[in-house]
T-cell receptor, first 113, second 113 residues
């Protein structure tokens, strides 16, 4: 049973650049949520995708956008990167209607220099 | 405004003793609570949950207690083992709404030999 997989695991970008992170949900799951975890903080909710639409959004600027594909996989895009975007980006999946327990991938470490 | 608070950044406990991790929440709409455990370089893993209709849920060495009137929950680990050394996140949500899950900042637990 494949768990949540994310890629890439680590990447370094320069201020002003754009980044795309990818996520495949756990087998049988149809909902993907993205979280940002800065150093010393808990995961902060970015947004949730279901049926290829953004269903909920946290307090993040429009520079953060996403997409969900028909196979339920998802991408997180961040434009005009800032130093403060350096963080661990976590993807979590769940099954709609049973969404109160989410399962995380190992995350993508983004460093902005 | 932090809706889920873990006021102890770290906790050290002797192996074999009880570890008690505390969490407070402010939003009275929350009715489902979770604990996640995170090792370095890994994503958070689901540990145990409790809905507001219960005041206790037990799973092996892990027990979560919920005090709704105080808006407080705690995670008890008995007996504590070296492999329990990790960061523990308390999280809260609204039951059966596929609502976003809000996390606390985490408590780092050290199990001493």
């Amino acid at each position: 049973d494949a768990g949540v997989t994310q890629s890439p695991t680590h990447l370094i970008k320069t201020r002003g650049q754009q980044v795309t992170l990818r996520c495949s949900p756990k087998s049988g799951h149809d909902t993907v949520s993205w979280y940002q975890q800065a150093l010393g903080q808990g995961p902060q909710f970015i947004f949730q995708y279901y049926e290829e639409e953004e269903r909920q959004r946290g307090n993040f600027p429009d520079r953060f956008s996403g997409h969900q594909f028909p196979n339920y996989s998802s991408e997180l895009n961040v434009n005009a990167l800032l130093l403060g975007d350096s963080a661990l980006y976590l993807c979590a999946s769940s099954l709609q209607g049973f969404g109160n327990t989410i399962y995380f991938g190992e995350g993508s470490w983004l460093t902005v220099v | 405004d932090q809706q889920v608070k873990q006021n102890s950044p770290s906790l050290s406990v002797q192996e074999g003793r009880i570890s008690i991790l505390n969490c407070d929440y402010t939003n009275s709409m929350f009715d489902y609570f979770l604990w996640y455990k995170k090792y370095p370089a890994e994503g958070p893993t689901f540990l145990i949950s409790i809905s507001s209709i219960k005041d206790k849920n037990e799973d092996g060495r892990f027990t979560v207690f919920l005090n709704k009137s105080a808006k407080h929950l705690s995670l008890h680990i008995v007996p504590s083992q070296p492999g329990d050394s990790a960061v523990y996140f308390c999280a809260a949500s609204r039951m059966n709404r596929d609502d976003k899950i809000i996390f606390g900042k985490g408590t780092r637990l050290h199990i001493l030999p």
